[in-house]
């Protein structure tokens, strides 16, 4: 499998290295146990969570981890924003108002209204991009927005919590969108936690890593 002019696909049934050939369905054979919630993560949809939330002490744990992302000259280009308690009242309503402009009626905004209600909690995510930054470009910066969201997500799975990323056409209305961001923010979605209700009913279907590992080879010399 070629990969443009100057990589290759590492072979699916190879080695990298020296080390041991993961196939998709065998992520952990041979591999250090620390890797474990990062091998495993997987999505839970709001209509799969329960009680328990988390508590304040595994939210700043899932902050920390989320904190550790990548993240050019530490520009923290995000923030969590906690939905919970009484909160999770006031974004149904602003889902349901959303719905109804959207054009959805009346089944439309109770079902998105029970969207915000169903989970324990909700995260909405809000980047905080400076598009005019001397040193570190736009995409960089969301670079890291994205490396927090799966770290956060990976945390809240190895400490045994379910949650989904999740947005939308919701983060675009203009109500929500104020509702959850400062000037200059951008609302990139939520993430709905809560304990897992069920297991994944069967491996999840990930690409072979050998699709995403290429030995990069520098172009001829005319
Ligand atoms: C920023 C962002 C927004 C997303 N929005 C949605 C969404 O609105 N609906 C959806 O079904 N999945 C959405 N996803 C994808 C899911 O969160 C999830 O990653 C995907 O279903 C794959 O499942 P997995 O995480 O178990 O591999 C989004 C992911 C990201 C990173």
Redesign the pocket.
Known sequence: MLAGSTGKHIASAGRLGSGPALGPQEPMQATPTSLAALLT?????PKHLVEPGPSDTQLALMAQAALRAPDHAELVPYRFKLVRGAAKQGMAALFADAARAAGKGEEGAALDAERALKPPMTVA?VARIDPGHPQVPAHEQWAAV?GA??SF?TAAHALGFGG?????AKVRNPAIAAAFCEPGETL??WIALGTPARQ?AGP?R?PDPGQVLIDWHPPCKP
């Open positions: 993560r997987y999505s839970v949809g995510v994205g969201i799966g997500l989904k990323m999740l947005s939308g990139l979605g994944p999840a990930k």
